[in-house]
Antibody
Framework: EVQLVESGGGLVQPGGSLRLSCAAS????????MHWVRQAPGKGLVWVSR????????SYADSVKGRLTSSRDNAKNTLYLQMNSLRAEDTAVYYC????????????WGQGTLVTVSS | DIQMTQSPSSLSASVGDRVTITCRAS??????LNWYQQKPGKAPKLLIY???SLQSGVPSRFSGSGSGTDFTLTISSLQPEDFATYYC?????????FGRGTKVEIK
C-alpha cells in the first residue's frame, strides 16, 4: 500500500525556518517525481514545488522561490522541504504528493502537516 | 505562469443531478489537465488525468473532456458522497497551477 506521511509542521515566528519531511513507503520512491502542495486555512490548493526522481532538478512557484527548497534522500525514501524566511502568508497545510509518471497529475497524497507562521 | 479559471465557484445540486464544472487555461495546455476532489479535512483525490482518463478506482459517473484551453468535468448522476470541492490543475508547464475550486453543495 502506498503511503506518504508528512511531519515537521508547527508554529514558527516570521523570518524563522522549518524543515518538513515526507516518509514514503509501499512503492519504489526513487522512480517517482514528487511534489509539495499547500493549502491556507479555508482556501484553495496551491502548487509549491516539484523534484525529479534523483533530486537533480527542482522547480518552484514564484511565491516561494529562493525561500523554500525541496530535496530528497532516496536511500531513506524521504522527501524534504526546507522552509526559510517564513512569512505569515506561508501559513498552510503542506501536502507531499507523488506524480503519476508522465506529467499526469498527483495520484497519492499525504495527510498534510500544518505550518503556522505567527509571532 | 498559466492561469486556470474554474466556473462556477460554487453550485447547489440534488442527488441524481448531472453536474458540469468548467476549467479554462490562459494558454493552450494540450491535454495536460487533471481534476481532483477534496472533502473537508482530507487530502485531495485524483479523479481524472490527461483531461479524460479515469484514475483507477474512481466511479464511472465521473468523466472529463476537452483539450487546448477549455475543459469540463461531468458527474453524470450526483451521489451523496460527491458533495465536495473540485479543483482542476494543469501539468503542462514546468510550474503547475490549480484552479480556485468549485464547491458542490446539497440543494
Amino acid at each position: 500500500e502506498v503511503q506518504l506521511v508528512e511531519s515537521g509542521g508547527g508554529l514558527v515566528q516570521p523570518g524563522g525556518s522549518l524543515r518538513l519531511s515526507c516518509a514514503a513507503s509501499g512503492f519504489t520512491f526513487s522512480n517517482y517525481w514528487m511534489h509539495w502542495v499547500r493549502q491556507a486555512p479555508g482556501k484553495g490548493l496551491v502548487w509549491v514545488s516539484r523534484i525529479n526522481s534523483d533530486g537533480s532538478s527542482t522547480s518552484y512557484a514564484d511565491s516561494v522561490k529562493g525561500r523554500l527548497t525541496s530535496s530528497r534522500d532516496n536511500a531513506k525514501n524521504t522527501l524534504y522541504l526546507q522552509m526559510n524566511s517564513l512569512r505569515a502568508e506561508d501559513t498552510a497545510v503542506y501536502y507531499c504528493a507523488r506524480e503519476l509518471n508522465g506529467d499526469f497529475g498527483l495520484d497519492y497524497w499525504g495527510q498534510g502537516t500544518l505550518v503556522t507562521v505567527s509571532s | 505562469d498559466i492561469q486556470m479559471t474554474q466556473s462556477p465557484s460554487s453550485l447547489s445540486a440534488s442527488v441524481g443531478d448531472r453536474v458540469t464544472i468548467t476549467c479554462r487555461a490562459s494558454q493552450s495546455i494540450s491535454s495536460y489537465l487533471n481534476w481532483y476532489q477534496q472533502k473537508p479535512g482530507k487530502a485531495p483525490k485524483l479523479l481524472i488525468y490527461a483531461a479524460s482518463s479515469l484514475q483507477s478506482g474512481v466511479p464511472s459517473r465521473f468523466s472529463g473532456s476537452g483539450s487546448g484551453t477549455d475543459f469540463t468535468l461531468t458527474i453524470s448522476s450526483l451521489q451523496p458522497e460527491d458533495f465536495a470541492t473540485y479543483y482542476c490543475q494543469q501539468s503542462y508547464s514546468t510550474l503547475w497551477t490549480f484552479g480556485r475550486g468549485t464547491k458542490v453543495e446539497i440543494k
